[in-house]
Structures are given as C-alpha cells and as structure tokens.
C-alpha cells in the first residue's frame, strides 16, 4: 500500500496548482496523479482567454463589471459570495501567471493584452495568441518540476474509500503494469476534469474527459450539483465537434445563415455574435431547425466568416483555429468561411464543493476543483474566459485547503480501502477471463445518441423521459459488457470499460435533474417549459446516489448583491 499525505487526481491546470500549492512548506508528502502525460491534459486545448479585470483596454473595466457579467452570464444562479472572491482574485493570478513565465501577448504599452469575450461588458479576456490553456500548462508543469512535484502518469483513478463519511484513500490502477492498489492518504484533491464525453463524438472534449473523479466522488457518497446545465459552445466544427476558439468571435468574426445574413441581429441585437453561449447556440440551431442552415439532420451548419479580419490578424491572433479547420474541415478561413456547429463544451454542473475557499467537500478530506466540481461560480451558464480562469485560482485554494486538512487529520483505517482494493482486482481478472457479452462501445454509443437527441441544446419532459428509459437499459446491458482483452499491462480496454461505466452514471444524474427542472435558464432550455422560475427554482439541483438509488435535494443559491432579473444582450 501506498501512502501519501496528499493525493492530486488530474494534472491539468487545477491540478498542477494545487498540487504547487499544497506541497510548499516541503513537510508534506504530496502526489500528482494521472492518467496521461501532464501537458496533454485538457487545459492545454483551452484557446481563447482568461477573464481578469486589469482594465489595460479598457479603463474603465473593474472587478464590480467582472462580478456583474459572470451573475447575468450565469442567468443569476451563480453563488455571489464565491463569484465575488473569484474576480477580486483573478488580478493576482494573472501577475503570478505572468511572473511563472506564462507568454501572454502583450499590447503596445507592453502590458497583458486583453480581448473581447461573449457576454462580457469590457475586453477582459488575457490571452496568448489563441494558445491560451496551452501556455499556461506548460508554465505550471515546469514550475511543478523546479519544486519537485512527485508524477504518477499512467495511473488511473477506479475509487474513493470512504466508511461512514471518514476518507481513507483511493484505490487506482497502474497502467504501465497493470496492477490495482491501494493508496492511504490523510486529504485528495479531484481535479479530473469535465465529462463531456457522455455525448461522446459531438463534444469539444478531449476522449479522456470520462468524469471519472465526478464518479468517484458521486459513488462515495458526495451529491452532483447542478448537473442539468451542460454548456454547448457555439462554434465547433461541424464534422467532428473540435472547438474554434471564442476568440474567432471576439476579434470579429460574423456568423451567416445560407441566406448569408448575420442573423444573430434577430437575437442579441447589441451583443450581436459577442452575445453569451447558451444564446447563440441556441440561435444558430433555431437557425438550423427553421430551414435557415446549410446541409441536413446531423451534417447540418452555419458558417463563421473570417475573411475581413485578414491574414495577419489571422496568422497573429488565430493561427492554431487556422490550424484546426484546415487539418479538421479541410478549409482555409482566410479564403473562405468554415462550417460550425455547436457541440457540447463544458459542465456548469459537478462534485459538490461546500467552502469555496478550501474547495472542500461534504465529506472530511475530499476536496474538489476545476470542471469536473460545482463551487458554482458558473450557474446556469458559464462565460468564455472564466474556465482557465477558475482553474487556475481555485487550484490554489484547493492546494491550499488540502495542505490544512492534512496538517488536521491523520490517516484512516477503516478496512474499507483494502476492502475496495480486492474488490477491483477481482474485477479486473473477472472483466480479462470473461469470453462473451455485450460489447460496451455499443452500449456507450447507445448513451450518447440518447443523450444528444433528448438531453440536447432543445429538451422537453417527454424526450427526457426518453433518455431516462435509455439509459437505465443501457446501465442494464453494462453488467454484462465484454471487453475482450485478457492482457494485464496496458489493458486500455478495461480502462475504456471503467470510463463508460462512469459516463452512464454521470447521465443519469443529468438527465434527472434536466427532467426535474421544470423551467428554462441558462444552458438549461426547456420547449415546455420556456420561462425562468425564479419562484420554484432560484436553487441549485442536488442528485444523490445511493447505491443504485438516485435522489435529489435543492440547496439555495447565495444572493448578496445582485437580484434576479431578465437577461437581456
């Protein structure tokens, strides 16, 4: 057995802050685990920004404008006390970034330059070209090794231990060898990223974003907060769902509809493109299902029209979404425009944090950061710029808060961890001997299709009832799944067979609190339910898991400065 005063699952940009943040004092033992290399974890594909208001370019930005545009972005379900905290923090952040040698580019004054973004009243957005995330993530793995970070790579995380509410470690497995164990620790700190993937090939994501600490959190007894809100950004590729940058936007980008009409006039007439994302993915597929796109049924599209911006804006701020229409849709944007289409980007909803100053959870010793949690600075909607950005100042606070509640507790021993550990090994060897099933890749594209046509941009009662029903056949089919690989090394099959069965609960928990939210906010639009209720639903979604059992809960969203009122762009 393993043992480790603090464990970081995910080394994205969450998880490499506080994994930095936890281990400085050099008097606790601290472990970064994951499950690729660290920097092709997801937050290098992050492009456009992140939000800070340091007013560079717009003088009159301010941390009070910052607050009040991620409150409206969020359609005033965000919790204003962790929003506040948030965008007075942000500055900071940005000189620490910079001083860690992250290669923002910079204006004419020298300084961090600053972009448009949607849904933001001041160009707030620090970006380096449109390598953002990618930039960022090299600086934090760098500043990981020059303090001897320890990195587990190829470990994949299976379990959380945890024995009437006491955390005694995790259970992963070495993928390089193939051998399950089990790992003791006093505090975690999950920052496994987003699940994306449970609308499998029309996501943004990348193909590990299979919310496996999401899961874990979910199976230990640590309720989904929020899950219905699933953010679809308005500009992926139209054939495979790969992101063109925000930023295509905010350096002036038009969207045009067959007729070649920048129709997001008759939607945002002031924000225009620039509007927030729920609202123009709503519009281009309104759009699309009013016979106003090009193509039909799933190879349907808009276009984004590049063209005006010329080729050294292109070249200068836009070369890697140059990159990627080229290499992915086979279009030169600086000839022509390149077919989008929306595709689900990002999980407003996750792990349920309690403290966003520590990023715990209700659960002693688990702590929780990044997509793959709910703080919830996001709220119905989240706003370009604000992802990188709560990442990387929450992966502080998370390093932070699990360095005190390692220097609180002393290590569990419950019996549990060693219990789950033999648990999984005889899974492991049952899943490699079994000779016959169901094939699970079936039973994930089963998942995916419910969910995208009934769980979509557009829901209704009835077709979320329809995921329902799908979806349990499906969890059904997975017991008796086949992966058909009896190696032990590198048996990315069981891996891919884990990964799905963590997706289908993730689902589920969507969909049920899709189903239950019987009102339209945000990312959330509900055809029968067109209008915000602010009476019944001014609240954030709890869905428990207990054992098979899944129910839900409400917990009030936390008003301090700002009232609920219609959003308008």
Not at 58 to 75: A, E, N, P, Q
Not at 92 to 112: A, Q, T
Request: aromatic letters at 10%; a neutral charge.
């Amino acid at each position: 057995m393993k043992q480790y005063d603090i464990v970081v699952v995910g080394a994205g940009g969450a998880g490499m802050q506080a994994a930095l943040n936890a281990a400085k004092g050099n008097d606790l033992s601290v472990v970064v685990l994951s499950k690729i290399f660290p920097t092709r974890s997801h937050t290098g594909a992050a492009q456009g920004g992140i939000n800070a208001a340091l007013g560079y370019r717009d003088s009159t930005d301010s941390v009070d404008k910052h607050f009040r545009d991620t409150i409206k972005g969020s359609d005033f379900l965000a919790d204003q006390d962790a929003v506040q905290f948030f965008c007075e923090n942000m500055p900071k952040i940005i000189s620490e970034l910079d001083y860690m040698g992250v290669p923002f580019s910079r204006d004419k004054n020298g300084h961090v330059a600053q972009r448009p973004f949607g849904g933001a009243s001041s160009p707030r957005a620090c970006y380096s070209a449109d390598k953002t995330g990618h930039a960022i993530l090299h600086a934090l793995f760098e500043q990981c090794l020059k303090n001897g970070v320890v990195f587990l790579d190829d470990w994949f995380l299976l379990s959380l231990s945890v024995d009437h509410g006491i955390f005694e470690g995790l259970v992963a497995m070495d993928m390089r060898e193939g051998k399950i164990e089990a790992i003791s620790a006093r505090s975690v700190v999950i920052a496994t990223g987003g699940f994306g993937r449970v609308f499998w090939s029309r996501t943004t994501n990348a193909i590990n974003m299979t919310g496996d600490g999401t899961a874990a959190c979910f199976d230990a007894g640590i309720p989904l907060k929020d899950p219905e809100f699933v953010q679809f950004h308005p500009t992926g590729l139209a054939s495979t769902g790969v992101l063109l940058s925000e930023a295509c936007r905010g350096e002036g980008a038009f969207l045009l509809n067959k007729d070649g009409e920048r129709f997001m006039k008759r939607y945002a007439p002031e924000k225009m493109e620039l509007g927030p994302r729920d609202l123009v993915a709503r519009s281009i597929e309104t759009e699309i299902k009013q016979g106003r796109g090009f193509g039909e049924g799933m190879k349907s599209y808009v276009l984004m029209d590049l063209r005006h911006l010329g080729v050294d804006k292109i070249m200068n701020r836009l070369p890697q979404v140059r990159e990627l229409a080229l290499n992915f849709e086979g279009v030169d944007l600086i000839k022509e425009p390149v077919p989008i289409r929306p595709s689900c980007h990002y999980m407003m909803g996750g792990i349920h944090v309690s403290d966003y100053k520590t990023l715990a959870t209700p659960i002693k010793g688990i702590h929780a950061v990044g997509e793959c949690c709910c703080v919830s600075i996001h709220g119905a909607n989240r706003l370009g710029g604000n992802s990188v950005a709560d990442v990387v100042l929450f992966g502080k606070y998370a390093g932070i808060g699990a360095r005190l509640t390692a220097q609180q507790r002393d290590f569990a021993t419950t019996g549990k961890l060693e219990e789950d550990t033999k648990l999984w090994n005889e899974k492991f060897t049952r899943m490699r001997d079994k000779k016959s099933g169901i094939n699970f890749f079936a039973i994930r594209d089963k998942m995916a299709e419910a969910m995208w046509y009934n769980v979509g941009i557009f829901r209704t009662g009835d077709e979320i009832k329809q995921a329902l029903r799908t979806i349990d056949e499906a969890m059904e089919e997975y017991r008796d799944a086949y992966i058909g690989d009896s190696s032990k090394q590198y048996n990315m099959a069981f891996i891919n067979y884990v990964e799905v069965g963590n997706l289908l609960k993730l689902a589920k928990a969507v969909a049920l609190g899709a189903y239950s939210r019987r009102e339209s906010r945000g990312s959330h639009s509900r055809s029968d339910y067109p209008k915000r209720d602010d009476t019944h639903f001014l609240k954030h979604t709890l869905v428990y898991k207990e054992d098979d059992c899944y129910r839900l809960d409400y917990l009030p969203v936390k008003i301090t400065t700002y009232q609920p009122e219609e959003r308008k762009y």
